[in-house]
């Protein structure tokens, strides 16, 4: 699954009215805190699903009157009794038995099997959706038997498990369509199922449906006959191949195709157009992907691949095995309107979700603790797969900035969590292993290893490994003993799984600190921590590859590590002569931080401001400039020394460095709140070379990173006061219809920045009548650029209402405070008088303690502490367990105003005397013309 920027759990909500007062619906209300022991979670292993034979008939039409938005279900699992017992464990959430029986499958063919009816007692737990059968004859071991359901489900809006979803054709009609989304837990709201990935069955599947319909799912269509009900008709679908409950899809629409024979890529009609692109790529992905791991994808048992763009949809996109599914704007490309940014994105996409038909579909994490095991390597091959065929985008470099030093801020906190999480049992659990852990960080170990073994061992180890398991449950020591298989005859094998341990099982991650000499460096190891003080294990130690280069070699290519430091051991490496720099972590490979002794970071600052950036490699020079932010800010080093090496940004032109820059900033200029002036002027001489190099215009010659450049810089420029870019940006707003594509972000957010009412309503007008995804969500995105409170008021309540799809409001409602330090408490404001609301259209309480959270983490003032504190002591318990959230959010905003306090006083003087020093400099300058002008004149 690709997990969106912006991750909530929505549930189903539900208006209800109820002696004239308002009141939330059962969907929405608090999540309570659960009493069940986390054993409960899982099922017992004594039966084995081995068949489903699933058929559903959904009602999706005006005139199925009652009926509408439910589904009628009927299914035949074949299961294995591992050993004789009465009691049948499975799933089931919101389902209404007719028929529960079962009987003994037979050895040969017989007409009337023994039925037998399971007992209309039953036990069910509402926090764990396992239902207790009790059969009245026992099911002896080592036997099969078929285990039958008749049933009714709902379709609920709330994107998770078969539920409805809709748009508006070109004729202004509303059409309803049926989709799935099953991962982790919901395929048991489609069928009762024993659904834990580790319980891998094949699937047959028929769907009915009404003549003006067409369907598909995993496999391919093998016949479609007139069922007995009048209008409807039955599609039949191909075995699929033994895989997880959660894989399996189906979507009933009126959507097209661009397809062949093996391949195709549906929307709904008016969006046709907009699936070459996809459609291309995609083939292209799948191929390579192919070549690479030694396994053809059509050779694994599904001989055919579809994707699908859905209106309604709540992860960016999802594996389903030959279905995979997506948000309209995570597929579908409009040539002359979707920007490069947003084309780079499907493409990754595409290749995230491929990547999963052999790393989470063939083979399967056993247990959602293993998560990493299916996202890390789709998140790995996102940005190396898409490479395979978009080779112009350096999404190697990228990957640098994008998840390696993305997952370091989280993994540097008590917040995160290890890769392989034990603590794995609840749905809220099952949440949080979606995170920047499990796919970020997995993906950066992933890539360390690579670096580590080298490239073909590497590959050989992923082909033998997918061979070995294939349609089997993966647990973490199996990837190991793949890479151990293949790991290189060098000085540090023996290392192997010290190395995968200490990543994998334990949190966090290591700072290195060298110290310099004339020829020796010395190493040494400690956790980073942002802050030590908040309840993290520091003690904590790694066994860690460690690659470098020095002044002397200069070699930033090859990439495979010197040695291996070891936990509690001080390395020492002996040079043969002095040497002024060294640089650790080549091409920031290994998943560390690095500080060095004084002298070093001096050396290094000399270096990026000769030419060439010393020919430090960009990625480095990102990774010095991310780690120093980070060093200053947990107090390894000072602001001072920080900002002065940073200074050589003044002549960097590569989007790498930069993107590091601007994502360090980014917090000081939260902690800075409204008093930006100071750094107004600081950010514009900064940026100077590459706003004047870049510009706004396009140049024939830019390459992808370059124009990625140009947005950010353009971006910083205007919202810190550039006089000249807002200018620019404002007399592009005045032509709406021509901006070019990858500038537009900036110029819709500047036009409704520095405009008002009429800015808004010629955005908001255009955002209503678009047709390409891509370009609607960055219409809706720009929304969150207004200032004023009315404007402020009119977003908010735009969010609220249904203009804005359930799975956009949160990115939405972002911007609102992201994009000024203005809005921050207009906005709160807003969130903590209408949180009921909010919460109503964000599909729960646990939303809405996640903006609050994430507002107050950019709080400036004692006064917004006490504000968020009253609101948690009166409203708190309505959260129920999401009150936790909450309560964290108050430790967050007290640990930020102890930052500034302590050093929020630095930066505030460095840009002051940064300002002043240029403005003497300024002056200096023009007094030293005037006297050569003078001096000239007198000689003449």
């Keep these: 699954m690709f997990a969106p920027r912006v991750a909530v759990l929505l549930v189903a909500c539900v208006s209800l009215a109820s002696a004239g007062t308002r009141q939330l619906s059962v ?30 008939r959904p009602y999706l039409l005006e005139t199925d009157g009652n009926k509408r938005f439910t589904f009628d279900g009927e299914v035949w699992i074949e299961v294995i009794s591992n050993q004789t017992t009465n009691d049948i464990y499975l799933h089931s959430k919101n389902l209404t038995y007719s028929v529960r029986e079962y009987w003994q499958k037979p050895t040969t063919e017989v007409a009337n099997p023994t039925v037998i009816q399971i007992s209309a007692t039953n036990t069910t737990n509402y926090d764990t959706d396992i239902v207790k059968l009790t059969a009245s004859t026992a099911l002896t071991a080592n036997t099969t038997y078929i285990l039958h359901f008749v049933y009714t489900g709902l379709m609920e809006d709330d994107m998770h498990g078969f539920y409805r979803s809709s748009y508006v054709d070109d004729n202004n009609v509303t059409k309803w369509l049926g989709s799935t989304q099953f991962q982790t837990h919901h395929a ?24 003006t319909f067409n369907s598909v799912s995993n496999t391919r269509l093998i016949s479609s006959y007139p069922s007995t009900e009048e209008g409807i008709f039955s599609d039949v679908y191909k075995t699929t191949p033994k895989m997880s409950t959660y894989l399996l899809a189906f979507i009933i629409s009126e959507f097209v195709a661009r397809k062949d024979d093996d391949f195709g890529v549906y929307a709904r009609p008016e969006y046709y157009a907009q699936t070459q692109y996809p459609y291309n790529v995609g083939i292209q992905i799948l191929e390579e992907m192919g070549q690479y791991l030694d396994k053809d994808y059509y050779s694994m048992g599904n001989d055919k691949m579809d994707m699908a763009a859905i209106p309604d949809f709540s992860a960016g996109a999802m594996e389903n095995w030959g279905l995979l599914t997506y948000r309209e704007r995570s597929l579908l490309v409009d040539e002359s309107a979707t920007t490069l940014a947003s084309r780079q994105s499907i493409a990754a996409v595409v290749a995230h979700e491929q990547a999963h038909m052999w790393f989470g579909d063939l083979v399967t994490c056993k247990w959602w603790s293993y998560t990493w095991l299916n996202e890390g390597f789709a998140r790995y091959f996102q940005y190396f797969g898409t490479a395979m065929v978009e080779d112009k985008w350096e999404l190697e470099k990228q990957f640098v900035v994008d998840q390696v030093q993305s997952v370091m801020a989280m993994d540097s906190t008590n917040a995160t969590n290890p890769l392989s999480d034990e603590n794995t049992y609840t749905p809220a659990h099952l949440s949080r292993m979606f995170n920047s852990i499990s796919y970020n960080k997995g993906a950066t170990f992933i890539r360390m290893i690579k670096h580590t073994m080298g490239e073909q061992q590497f590959q050989k180890s992923l082909q033998e490994y997918l061979k070995k398991y294939e349609y089997q449950s993966s647990l973490p020591e199996y990837l190991l003993g793949a890479w151990q298989a293949n790991w290189p005859n060098s000085s540090y094998n023996e290392s192997s799984k010290d190395i995968f341990k200490s990543f994998t099982e334990q949190v966090g991650y290591p700072l290195i600190n060298v110290t310099v000499g004339n020829s020796q460096v010395s190493f040494t190891q400690k956790r980073f921590l942002l802050k030590e003080s908040d309840g993290s294990d520091s003690s904590l130690k ?6 470098y280069t020095t002044s002397e070699t200069n070699n930033f290519l090859n990439t495979t ?3 291996i430091l070891k936990p509690n051991v001080t390395t020492t490496v002996q040079f043969n002569s002095t040497i002024k720099w060294i640089v650790v972590n080549i091409q920031q490979t290994g998943y560390y931080r690095v500080t060095y002794s004084d002298d070093n970071w001096h050396a290094i600052h000399h270096a990026l401001i000769t030419a060439n950036w010393g020919g430090i490699h960009e990625n480095n020079r990102a990774q010095i400039v991310d780690d120093l932010f980070n060093l200053a800010r947990a107090g390894y080093v000072t602001y001072n020394l ?14 790498i460095p930069w993107t590091s820059a601007f994502n360090g900033f980014n917090y000081l200029t939260i902690r800075l709140g409204n008093d930006t002036a100071d750094f107004n002027y600081y950010i514009q001489t900064l940026t100077n070379k590459a706003y004047n190099q870049l510009g706004f215009n396009e140049a024939s010659n830019d390459t992808a990173l370059d124009i990625y450049l140009r947005t950010k810089i353009l971006s910083w420029a205007c919202r810190y006061g550039s006089s000249d870019c807002i200018s620019q940006a404002q007399g592009y707003f005045q032509s709406l219809a021509t901006v070019p594509k990858n500038i537009r972000a900036t110029v819709y957010c500047v036009g409704l920045r520095e405009g008002g009412e009429a800015e808004f309503q010629a955005l908001y007008n255009k955002f209503k009548n678009e047709t390409v995804a891509t370009e609607e969500t960055l219409l809706q995105n720009s929304f969150g650029c207004v200032k ?11 969010i609220i ?15 609102l405070y992201t994009e000024n330090n203005e809005n921050v408490s207009p906005v709160f404001a807003l969130v903590t008088q209408k949180y009921e609301e909010l919460a109503e259209a964000m599909g729960g309480y646990s939303a809405v303690a996640t903006v609050i959270s994430n507002i107050a983490a950019r709080f400036t003032t004692n006064q917004q502490l006490t504000d968020l504190e009253n609101f948690n002591k009166a409203n708190g318990a309505k959260f129920g367990s999401s009150q936790a959230t909450l309560t964290a959010a108050e430790a967050t905003v ?4 102890e930052w500034a306090t302590a050093k929020l006083g630095v930066f505030r003087s460095y840009l002051a005397n940064y300002r002043s020093g240029s403005a003497m400099v300024n002056a200096f300058s023009a007094i030293s013309l005037l006297m050569v002008a003078l001096v000239t004149m007198l000689r003449n």
Aim: glycine letters at 0%.
């Design 27 to 56: 969907d929405v209300q608090p999540p309570a805190t659960l009493a069940t022991e986390l054993n409960e979670y899982r099922l017992a292993e004594h039966i084995t699903p081995v068949n489903y034979n699933i058929t559903l």
């Design 188 to 211: 048991r709201r489609a069928f009762p199922s024993f659904d834990e990935p580790q319980f891998k069955a094949t699937f047959d599947v028929t769907l009915k449906r009404h003549r």
């Design 542 to 547: 790694y066994t860690v590859p460690i690659s």
């Design 561 to 563: 590590p010197k040695f």
């Design 642 to 655: 920080t900002l002065d090496v940073i200074e050589y940004l003044q002549t960097e032109t590569n989007y």
């Design 788 to 798: 004023t409170q009315s404007l402020i008021e009119k977003v908010f309540d735009l």
């Design 801 to 815: 209402s249904d203009e804005i799809r359930r799975q956009d409001k949160s990115s939405v409602l972002a911007t």
């Design 894 to 897: 007290k640990e930020n105003l």
